[in-house]
């Protein structure tokens, strides 16, 4: 390997230092074993990260022996972000700089049941908690998106109908009563919108348009800076704006609803004779791999989408329209015609009228934005600053 | 490993069972069952202890030969008469009891049986590590090092080290019996995410279960098992009720 002694030491730096954010925790007889370096040099490293306070070192027990297990150091607390989706669960732990150390994906049965899906939440949280050697009394808070509008009054589903079995359940009672740590609870869109707006595509900006397209259909609207919710937590539910008057009845009760047509079931039927089963993810693959017949369907998804948003944005007057979601990450196939609908109205299309940009964060918007939203929440200790602008510059 | 790049529409099935009955004496195990899967498809057998649904898996691999029926691969009949002619096949399974050595490690495990050997006939340890290395971090298995032996994993990390072992044969069906039994709910949920990726490296899967929840998380399909005989196919969104419904007998 070329290179001078000083820059190989820098790069098994970044080979432990990568190692211990992929698994969360491991001990450094673990860490020799995944990074592929000698057991002295792990621990010189390790050392060095923990002089810089980039790691921390804790005893534990490995297979009944004593053992160093090595944590990115994350000293000042810990909080609990979840994304509870209509087919997957994330849970996400994060230290107070958004950082993420560790992290899991749970595939969830269409129609789950809100007893059996909180309660898998509440474990995935202790798993993860124990993951990275912390305890539950570091936790500092607990964030959490739902596929719904969530009534900030009350803190259950806003809207009945829309997320089968979740109306009246009190979800953050519910989560408060296993884990005894405050939960907070908002829609997934304004979660996505509020980690957008604050370490992704919209930092700067003041309004902010973000608009999810996945399973289902939302926007999060960001207005001076701040999340608007509404009175009711109902703001940005354009997944129910009617754009076929003749069209299906939709959960919520109303007919011909954007998510009847833009929506995870109505985009993969007209494709069942031809592909049979297919995925939401599916559908984003072969996109991807210029499939006809799934471009049709996307590109097709993003202009009615588009006509919704633009409605929206000229009643907003936006700066920026960020897209997230699964749909967005076909790229320009689902933007261009989402993009040509807002150019199609006047007042959107003028000079410095919105751009339309995909989420900077990826599918990870909601789930920053739950960790963001319990950051945001919790006054149980000074935040610096400077934190804030090294999450921000990230 | 080499993904398959024909996409998903519709073919021939990659696996068909016609009419396919097998007796232990006077037990009906299977009564002339019908079992077709598809590549990129994960289809799960359900049903009551005692369904038939492990001896449906051992006659795909090859363990158990049916007494009656017909078994085709990617449309051409054939019979498996052993373990290793399913192998040969493109059919591989993990079993309920894993049968890993608790003694070994990741790479010994993975390679068991089917080490990859030099010219003089001597193990090469160090392609075989990497060969592991490589097919954990496209299944998206954490376990930190492929040198840890099995007895220091969790029960989730060892179903996993058994999945990935399927894999070396670069096989086209993987049959999965009870994968997340006696899992916690992490474990479960990497186990169904290493699904999720069979499923994408276009592979058809067979997952048998008993938790619902599980098999309607990630199947395409469900066929629905009752004393050895098929009692309904259901898609992936039906309801729980019905999914029931068809396992009890009550519908």
């Not at chain 1, 607990?142 to 009246?168: E, K, Q």
């Not at chain 2, 038939?52 to 019979?79: F, H, M, N």
Request: net charge negative; charged share 20%; aromatic share 2%.
């Amino acid at each position: 390997m070329a290179g001078s002694q000083s820059s190989l030491r820098e790069a098994n730096r970044a080979r432990v230092a990568d190692a211990v954010k992929r698994h969360g925790g491991l001990t450094q007889v673990e860490l020799a074993g995944a990074t592929g370096l000698s057991a002295a040099t792990v621990s010189a490293i390790v050392k060095d990260l923990v002089a810089a306070e980039i790691a921390e070192v804790r005893s534990t027990v490995r297979s009944g022996r004593r053992a160093q297990l090595v944590t990115l150091a994350h000293r000042v607390g810990l909080v609990a972000g979840v994304v509870v989706g209509y087919r997957h669960l994330r849970v996400a732990l994060a230290d107070v700089s958004h950082e993420v150390l560790a992290e899991q994906i749970l595939p969830l049965p269409a129609d789950h049941r809100s007893d059996t899906s909180l309660d898998r939440v509440a474990l995935l949280v202790v798993d993860l908690v124990e993951r990275v050697g912390a305890d539950l009394g570091e936790l500092l808070g607990i964030g959490v998106g739902l596929p719904a509008p969530v009534n900030p009054a009350t803190g259950m589903v806003g809207l009945r109908g829309v997320l089968r079995g979740w109306d009246s359940v009190q979800i953050a009672q519910v989560l408060e009563k296993r884990l005894a740590r405050p939960v907070f609870v908002d829609n997934d869109a304004n979660l996505g919108a509020l980690a957008e707006s604050t370490l992704g595509a919209g930092r700067e900006l003041r309004d902010l348009l973000y608009v999810n397209v996945s399973q289902g259909v939302g926007a999060g609207l960001v207005v001076n800076g701040r999340v608007h919710r509404g009175a009711d937590g109902t703001a940005g539910e354009i997944g129910h704006v009617q754009v076929d008057p003749a069209g299906r009845i939709c959960a919520c009760g109303s007919r011909g609803c954007l998510e009847t047509v833009v929506g995870g079931p109505a985009l993969l039927e007209p494709l069942y004779a031809s592909y049979g089963h297919l995925t939401l993810r599916d559908v984003v693959r072969l996109t991807k791999d210029d499939d006809p017949g799934c471009r049709e369907i996307v590109a097709d998804a993003g202009a009615t989408v588009g006509g919704v948003v633009a409605a929206l944005a000229t009643g907003l007057g936006p700066q920026r329209v960020v897209v997230g979601g699964d749909l967005a990450e076909t790229g320009e196939v689902f933007l261009a015609p989402l993009r040509e609908a807002l150019r199609r109205r006047t007042v959107l299309s003028r000079p410095g009228g919105p751009d339309v940009v995909p989420a900077a964060l990826g599918l990870r918007a909601e789930l920053q934005g739950a960790i963001a939203l319990a950051l945001e929440s919790t006054d149980l200790f000074e935040r610096p600053d400077s934190t804030d602008d090294e999450g921000a510059g990230r | 490993m080499t993904p398959p790049t024909d996409g998903t529409r519709r073919r021939s099935p990659l696996l068909a069972l016609r009419e396919v009955s097998k007796n232990f004496g006077a037990v009906e195990a299977l009564v002339g069952i019908d079992l077709e899967v598809y590549s990129h498809e994960v289809v799960a057998l359900v049903g009551d202890n005692g369904a038939g649904k492990s001896t449906l898996a051992k006659v795909v691999a090859g363990v158990l030969t049916p007494d009656a029926g017909q078994v085709e691969i990617e449309g051409r009949p054939v019979t498996i008469h052993s373990p290793s002619a399913a192998n040969a096949l493109g059919v591989a399974s993990v079993f309920q009891d894993l049968a890993v050595c608790e003694n070994l490690d990741v790479t010994a495990n993975v390679f068991l049986g089917q080490e990859i050997r030099g010219r003089a006939g001597m193990l090469r340890d160090g392609q075989m590590e990497v060969d592991t290395r490589r097919l954990l971090e496209h299944l998206t298995v954490r376990i930190p090092s492929v040198r840890t032996p099995l007895r220091s994993l969790s029960a989730g990390q060892r179903q996993a080290v058994a999945i990935a072992r399927t894999l070396i044969g670069e096989p086209r069906i993987v049959v999965l019996d009870e994968p997340t039994a006696a899992l916690s709910v992490a474990q479960t949920a990497e186990v169904l995410t290493h699904i999720e990726r069979l499923r994408e490296m276009g592979l058809g899967v067979i997952l048998i279960s008993h938790n619902l929840n599980d098999v309607r998380a990630v199947s395409d399909r469900i066929e629905v098992m009752r004393h050895g005989r098929n009692n309904g196919s259901f898609p992936a969104s039906a309801s729980h009720e019905s999914i029931l419904a068809a396992i009890t007998g009550a519908a």
